[in-house]
């Protein structure tokens, strides 16, 4: 084992199990409201009009990444040491900065993340697709059907993980839901702003 994963073992044992379950069910709570919006999407996606796919492709994208562990309530290390103990003691703190630093592995991580869904959420102007609307609605829904997926087996594997393993696997699943967007119907800084954040991302833990 390396020293930074020494580090990052031992910041881990020091979470309680009541911590550990509550992000646990705080993430839950996100994959099963995901799942049912993705529901949603799906049964819509058939009556969507070709040119308003962009506009459900913002829309199904600003629904996935709303959708993700990203909030303090996700994380054991947040519930543990946030609130009145103002990150006194935390091992994320100790080994990533405190996630209020300018410079720290969150912070970085975080910004890179709204900054992507800002510029979905302003890319009104569809990207020159090769793509036909059939063949736009056909990819629409393979991400679909992937994203519920993946979100199901991060909701199926919940129960086992351990702190060292669902911070990891929360970096995973973030990772893979990012691949998930529609990027070929959005702009070039959509997509140059998803490499950065997948950047920042490797980070996170």
Request: with cysteine; aromatic share 8%.
């Amino acid at each position: 084992m390396t020293n930074r994963a020494k580090e990052l073992d031992a910041a881990a044992k020091d979470i309680d199990p009541a911590s550990l379950q509550a992000a646990k069910a705080a993430i839950d709570v996100n994959c099963r409201e995901y799942l049912r919006w993705a529901d949603l999407f799906s049964r819509r996606l058939e009556t969507i009009e070709p040119e308003e796919l962009h506009k459900f492709a913002r829309a199904l994208s600003l629904t996935m990444l709303g959708h993700l562990p990203t909030r303090p309530s996700t994380c054991p290390f947040c519930i543990q040491y946030g609130h009145d103990k103002s990150c006194k003691g935390c091992g994320y703190a100790a080994t990533h900065g405190r996630c209020d630093a300018d410079d720290s592995a969150f912070s970085l991580f975080i910004e890179a993340f709204l900054e992507l869904g800002r510029l979905i959420y302003q890319d009104t102007i569809a990207s020159q697709s090769a793509c036909l609307p059939v063949e736009t609605k056909g990819l629409l829904f393979a991400l679909l059907q992937a994203s519920q997926e993946r979100t199901r087996k991060m909701q199926g594997d919940l129960p086992s993980l351990s702190t060292m393993q669902i911070m990891r696997q929360k970096q995973i699943y973030i990772g893979d839901m990012l691949l998930q967007l529609p990027l070929c119907l959005f702009s070039k800084d959509v997509q140059k702003q998803r490499c950065i954040l997948q950047h920042n991302l490797s980070r996170y833990w």
